[in-house]
């Protein structure tokens, strides 16, 4: 009831104010900390010299960003650019085949990008879970699929298949564990579709058509192997109502997302700050909650541009991709925070919705969050930092289950009905906010150090 109940739109713009006041008094405090440190020695590795004509350096410490955004630009440009133009070609000419197609240019695009050793690596993978996939037992598919993906995640195994790829720049290691990894959950993804389907299994050439679509191959989304399947053979290309104008302002959006970002990093440090505690122990309760809230902020925003760039070539092929993360200013539960929907629809569907069906039921919601937690802690690979995010969580998702069977029971509920829709949100909204700065806390131990992650716990609680 008292979820859905809308609050005044005078109430919600006060607080849509109070937010903002907030943040602005934060970020003040951020700017002026980026200002005195610009030349501070500890940071120089973080920060450097930026646009000339802004006349400061530059918040350089993300690898993933630069790479993307600098020194690859061009060449990823020119990969997706190939890729648009081929499909375009294809669609036009012989649309039947265009899945087809699709494989061959990526599979040219890996084998230039990574080298001929790579991409038997990743065949091999393939046919290795194409042959479990025979067997049509979901639990043989489970266990080959997570051996599979330990085998890049867990040391020595990771080393020596990479040591395997010759040649080095910069980006080699995020594409190797990249495509590799993605590749594991696009060929379980088929194996466990594969086994549920009545009439045989699908063929080896379908997996490779779906694990050599260039946009998702190194990136990601993860798309499941039966909404991929059932898109790419369609036969009648046909777009909705302003569907190009849609992806046209999608892509501008992007574009200007980008730009917007390379210019907060001249004026705000966020990324480079944590990695000095003395020097954030000393920032103010209010500067160090809004340091800890931006990188969370930035975190989103990342992944919604890269995530949208994808999706929006992705559309372009006539694909319906997985949404873009949700922002983080409007989460207060732990069920909706995510930063890739495409993992977590793989993880819903195949193990968290199997394994905790309706999610009712205290204890099977433990053992299919256990289990998915498990899963994305071998995903993003195992380490105490990974160990804790995962641990703390899981402990969230579950603990929200715990309350909402707790005030469930009669009297709370009779309490909750003799109050208006508007007065049940109000009170949700105060545990709501505690749940907000949990998730705060929780996830930023993913993107700085465990110690910042305590410090920032540590001050919130005296606040508190």
Not at 342 to 349: E, R, S, Y
């Amino acid at each position: 009831m008292g979820v859905k109940a809308m609050l005044p739109s005078y109430e919600l713009g006060f607080y849509a104010l109070v937010v903002t006041c907030a943040v602005l008094y934060s970020g003040s405090g951020i700017f002026e900390a980026s200002r005195d440190s610009m030349n501070r020695k500890a940071f120089r590795d973080g920060i450097k010299p930026g646009w000339h004509y802004f006349g400061r350096k530059m918040d350089v410490a993300d690898f993933e960003w630069v790479m993307w955004f600098t020194s690859f630009r061009n060449i990823i440009i020119f990969a997706l650019s190939g890729h648009v133009l081929f499909g375009k070609i294809c669609s036009m000419t012989v649309p039947q085949h265009r899945a087809v197609m699709y494989m061959i240019y990526g599979a040219l695009a890996v084998l230039g990008s990574m080298g001929l050793v790579y991409l038997m690596i990743i065949l091999s993978h393939c046919l290795l879970l194409y042959s479990v996939a025979l067997a049509k037992q979901k639990w043989l598919c489970y266990v080959a699929g997570l051996c599979c993906l330990a085998s890049f995640k867990v040391e020595p195994f990771g080393s020596w298949q990479s040591g395997f790829v010759t040649g080095a720049f910069d980006l080699q290691d995020v594409l190797f564990y990249g495509g590799c990894t993605f590749t594991i959950m696009r060929c379980m993804s088929f194996a466990l579709e594969s086994s549920e389907r009545e009439e045989g299994i699908y063929s080896i050439f379908d997996l490779l058509k779906y694990n050599f679509y260039l946009p998702f191959f190194f990136f990601g989304p993860v798309m499941t192997f039966d909404q991929f399947h059932a898109q790419v053979s369609t036969r009648e290309l046909r777009r909705k109502d302003d569907e190009m104008k849609s992806i046209r302002v999608n892509a501008l959006l992007h574009v200007g997302a980008i730009v917007a970002v390379d210019i907060f990093f001249h004026f705000f440090y966020i990324l480079t700050l944590p990695s000095d505690l003395k020097f954030v122990n000393r920032l103010s309760d209010w500067s160090l909650a809004g340091l800890a809230y931006s990188n969370l902020v930035y975190d989103w925003v990342k992944a919604a541009v890269m995530f949208g760039v994808i999706n929006t070539i992705a559309r372009l092929d006539h694909l319906e991709p997985p949404q873009p993360p949700k922002c983080i200013t409007m989460l207060y539960i732990f069920a909706e925070t995510h930063f890739d929907r495409g993992i977590n629809d793989w993880l819903c569907k195949y193990v968290y919705d199997h394994i905790g069906e309706n999610h009712d039921n205290i204890l099977k919601e433990l053992v299919a969050s256990t289990a998915t937690f498990a899963i994305t802690t071998l995903w993003l690979g195992p380490c105490q930092v990974v160990y804790i995010w995962s641990l703390v969580n899981c402990f969230g998702l579950n603990f929200e289950l715990w309350v909402q069977k707790f005030f469930q029971l009669g009297p709370f509920a009779k309490l909750e009905a003799k109050l208006s829709g508007a007065m049940s949100r109000r009170i949700r909204a105060a545990f709501g906010a505690v749940n907000f700065w949990a998730i705060v806390l929780y996830n930023i131990l993913a993107l700085n150090s465990l110690e910042f992650a305590l410090l920032v716990t540590k001050r919130l609680l005296v606040i508190g």
